[in-house]
Every structure is written in structure tokens, then in C-alpha cells.
């Protein structure tokens, strides 16, 4: 099992950048693809990115491709979203995920963060 924090968010105007970082408990951190979905205000939460356990393979959703990057540092125990060129539509709350299984298309994490806001204003 893996717990996992969330942390990073904050308000932004559009055009700028934020780093998020979510840092996971355990020894076996280097063993799960890690990743992040969404959730705006009123809408389901869905899919951002993801990066599989050795970092050498990423899956993006369209909408944050050439903007948003994730990386790991197994060392650390921790994953990143650099943000770059926000939009007042990339607020939501960012969730932080894990799963052993990597997936490029219908990742399905079995572990959540617990959110960080992310406002991105006009």
C-alpha cells in the first residue's frame, strides 16, 4: 500500500506556471506508475497524465500536451507536474495517483492524494 500527499497548488494568473510534487509513503514507490487527474467545480474527475515506474514512458491527455510534463525521483519517493502556460480552464483540484499497473490509455489508479487547488485566473 501507498499513501500520498499532494502539495503545490495555488493561485496563478494565466500564462504562468506551477510545480506540484506529491510525495509517497512506502519502499515500493519505485514499483507503481504514478500520475495526476482533475477535478473542476461540477464535472467528474478525469485523466491529466501519467508516467510509468521507471519514468522512461508518459501519456498525456490532449488538452495539457507541449504545456504539462510529469517526472519522478524514485529516490525521493516523490512525482511532479510542471505546469506551464495555465488557462483559467486548468482549474480543478489536482489529484495525485498511483497504480502498479502502467497503462498509456484508461489508467486506472488504485490510490489517491488527497487534492491541491489549482486557480488559474483571467
Known amino acids: 500500500q501507498v499513501q500520498l500527499v499532494d502539495s503545490g497548488g495555488g493561485l496563478v494568473q494565466a500564462g504562468g506556471s506551477l510545480r506540484l510534487s506529491c510525495a509517497a509513503s512506502?519502499?515500493?514507490?519505485?514499483?507503481?506508475?504514478m500520475g495526476w487527474f482533475l477535478q473542476a467545480p461540477g464535472k467528474e474527475r478525469e485523466f491529466v497524465i501519467v508516467i510509468n515506474s521507471s519514468g522512461g514512458s508518459t501519456s498525456y491527455a490532449d488538452s495539457v500536451k507541449g504545456r504539462f510534463t510529469i517526472s519522478r525521483d524514485n529516490a525521493k519517493n516523490t512525482v511532479y507536474l510542471q505546469m506551464n502556460s495555465l488557462k483559467p480552464e486548468d482549474t480543478a483540484v489536482y489529484y495525485c495517483?498511483?497504480?502498479?499497473?502502467?497503462?498509456?490509455?484508461?489508467?486506472?489508479?488504485?490510490?489517491w492524494g488527497q487534492g491541491t487547488q489549482v486557480t488559474v485566473s483571467s
Open positions: 512506502g519502499r515500493t514507490f519505485s514499483r507503481y506508475a
Open positions: 495517483a498511483a497504480a502498479m499497473e502502467y497503462r498509456r490509455i484508461g489508467w486506472s489508479p488504485d490510490y
